[in-house]
C-alpha cells in the first residue's frame, strides 16, 4: 500500500534543497537518507533522499540528482509516496492514515446523515475533512476531538459534533438574517 509522507514545498538555497511539508508521524523513519520514495506526479520520481535537515523549525531534504535550485524548484508540489505494509496502522489508536477516512459515511451524534469524506486537506496548524454533503455540496470539518469525537473503521463512518453554523450553506446563512433597510431589519433612518 502506498502512503502519502510529504509534499515538497519551495527550493531552499542554490544547493538542490527543499523545504517539506511533513505528512507523517515518523519522519525520520520515512524521510531518512537512502530512503527512495515514489512521487505524484509519477513522473518526478521516484526520488532518492541524499539528506535532511531541520532548519528554522522546518525541514529540508536534498534528492540524489537534484544539484541546484532550478532543478529543485521543478519539484515543488511534488507527493511523496512510501510503500508501507498494508496492515501497518499508526501506534496513537486516535491517529489515521488517509486512506482508512478516505469514503467514510459522515453522520452527527444523533445519526444524520452529512454525507461522505472526499479528501483531507493536510494543513499546518489542523487537518480539515472534505466532505462531499447528501445535497451535492461541500463542507470542511476541521479534525479536532471536540468536533469529531468518533471515527468508527468498522462501521465505516465518522460521527461528528458540529458547532453551530459549520453545515448551513451560506444561502442559507444569509438569507436567515433580515437585509439591512428591509422593512423586518429596520433601516435606522426613523422613516
Same mark, same amino acid.
Given at each position: 500500500?502506498?502512503?502519502?509522507?510529504? *509534499?515538497? #514545498?519551495? %527550493?531552499?538555497?542554490?544547493?538542490?534543497?527543499?523545504?517539506?511539508?511533513?505528512?507523517?508521524?515518523?519522519?525520520?523513519?520515512?524521510?531518512?537518507? +537512502?530512503?527512495?520514495? !515514489?512521487?505524484?506526479?509519477? $513522473?518526478? #520520481?521516484?526520488?532518492?533522499?541524499? $539528506?535532511?535537515?531541520? @532548519? $528554522?523549525? *522546518?525541514? =529540508?531534504?536534498?534528492? !540524489? #540528482?537534484?544539484?541546484? *535550485?532550478?532543478?529543485?524548484?521543478?519539484? *515543488?508540489?511534488? =507527493?511523496?509516496?512510501?510503500?508501507?505494509?498494508? /496492515?501497518?496502522?499508526? /501506534?496513537?489508536?486516535? /491517529?489515521?492514515? &488517509?486512506?482508512?477516512?478516505?469514503? =467514510?459515511?459522515?453522520?452527527?451524534?444523533?445519526?444524520?446523515?452529512?454525507?461522505?469524506?472526499?479528501?483531507? $486537506? @493536510?494543513?499546518?496548524?489542523?487537518?480539515?475533512?472534505?466532505?462531499?454533503?447528501? &445535497?451535492?455540496?461541500?463542507?470542511?470539518?476541521?479534525?479536532? +476531538?471536540?468536533?469529531?469525537?468518533?471515527?468508527?473503521?468498522?462501521?465505516?463512518?465518522?460521527v461528528i459534533d458540529p458547532p453551530p453554523g459549520l453545515l448551513d450553506?451560506?444561502?442559507?446563512? %444569509?438569507?436567515?438574517r433580515p437585509e439591512r433597510g428591509a422593512p423586518d431589519g429596520g433601516?435606522?433612518?426613523? !422613516?
Amino acid at each position: 500500500m502506498q502512503l502519502v509522507v510529504a *509534499r515538497i #514545498g519551495r %527550493a531552499h538555497g542554490i544547493k538542490g534543497e527543499v523545504t517539506v511539508e511533513v505528512r507523517t508521524d515518523e519522519p525520520e523513519v520515512r524521510l531518512a537518507p +537512502g530512503a527512495v520514495l !515514489a512521487t505524484d506526479p509519477a $513522473s518526478a #520520481g521516484p526520488l532518492t533522499i541524499e $539528506s535532511g535537515r531541520v @532548519h $528554522s523549525g *522546518r525541514l =529540508l531534504l536534498r534528492f !540524489a #540528482g537534484v544539484g541546484d *535550485r532550478t532543478a529543485a524548484e521543478a519539484l *515543488r508540489n511534488t =507527493l511523496l509516496i512510501a510503500e508501507v505494509d498494508p /496492515e501497518e496502522t499508526p /501506534e496513537d489508536p486516535d /491517529e489515521y492514515y &488517509d486512506h482508512q477516512l478516505i469514503d =467514510l459515511d459522515v453522520v452527527t451524534r444523533d445519526g444524520t446523515p452529512v454525507g461522505r469524506i472526499e479528501e483531507i $486537506s @493536510h494543513l499546518p496548524y489542523q487537518d480539515l475533512l472534505v466532505v462531499r454533503k447528501t &445535497d451535492g455540496g461541500e463542507v470542511l470539518v476541521p479534525f479536532v +476531538g471536540e468536533i469529531v469525537p468518533e471515527i468508527d473503521l468498522a462501521a465505516q463512518r465518522a460521527v461528528i459534533d458540529p458547532p453551530p453554523g459549520l453545515l448551513d450553506d451560506r444561502a442559507e446563512v %444569509a438569507g436567515s438574517r433580515p437585509e439591512r433597510g428591509a422593512p423586518d431589519g429596520g433601516s435606522g433612518d426613523g !422613516a
